[in-house]
């Protein structure tokens, strides 16, 4: 905290509050934030005027059109998702299976771009949703593949708390399935996020052959049993595999 500028940390910890609230009065986010009411009274003036949040009629505060736009900016120039959309549409296609592309953010993996399922029995899933880097196929699968360093410094510092059934909180048992994963170039998880569902997940590299997302093929598990996981696996790895070598991988 010592190298950080306070004001911008106390800003941040405002704008947060709007991850889980749509609009908030003055005095709601000094009750939320727990920051003095003249600091927040002050700090909201700023953001109101560069256009971080805007006020509606009843004088509560929302988010600004200008996060909109950079989020815009932000889609536009990841290269890896330009890159990876015709091919998750041509796996989505062969497989009938919803799609998923993620990539890490911190401690979680985020959604960065979705295609659906051509059946009318799916999931809910949509771009923005973070999910822990342990839990789900294609959250997992990003940190099976990081360094062992980065791997145990993540373990000592995360709970492993249950989402699903399915979910793994035992962290030797967790370290087994990474360290398989990491050799079979693939990972599946079954309720880990969601009761009833599975999905499969590959990793995807870039030129420096570190690993910057997850690609997975998910949906109810009745549809991912047995004698269909074979394919599902072999589609998704060389998918995943088409994309990195796309973003300049060499070792695949």
């Not at 998702?81 to 549409?89: E, F, L, S, T």
């Amino acid at each position: 905290m010592q190298n950080k500028n306070k004001t911008v940390v106390k800003s941040m910890k405002l704008l947060d509050l709007f991850r889980t609230h749509n609009k908030l009065s003055l005095n709601e986010m000094v009750e939320l934030s727990g920051i003095p009411k003249t600091s927040v009274h002050r700090m909201i003036g700023s953001l109101e005027e560069m256009g971080f949040l805007g006020k509606d009629q009843e004088g509560k505060y929302t988010l600004g059109m200008l996060f909109l736009e950079f989020g815009q900016l932000v889609a536009d120039r990841l290269d890896i998702r330009q890159i990876a959309h015709p091919v998750m549409k041509e796996l989505r296609d062969k497989v009938g299976e919803a799609v998923n592309l993620t990539m890490r953010d911190h401690h979680d993996a985020i959604y960065i771009e979705k295609l659906d399922t051509i059946h009318p029995v799916r999931l809910f899933t949509k771009v923005g949703r973070r999910s822990p880097l342990y839990a789900g196929a294609c959250s997992r699968i990003i940190l099976a593949n990081l360094s062992d360093v980065e791997i145990d410094e993540y373990l000592n510092m995360t709970k492993l708390s249950p989402y699903g059934t399915g979910t793994i909180t035992d962290k030797e048992q967790l370290r087994l399935i990474l360290r398989q994963s990491r050799l079979d170039g693939y990972t599946v998880s079954y309720s880990e996020l969601e009761n009833q569902t599975s999905s499969v997940a590959a990793p995807i590299f870039d030129h420096t052959g570190h690993v910057v997302g997850g690609l997975s093929i998910a949906g109810p598990d009745i549809r991912f049993q047995k004698e269909q996981l074979p394919m599902l696996i072999e589609e998704v790895k060389q998918a995943a595999a088409h994309i990195s070598r796309s973003l300049g991988a060499r070792h695949l």
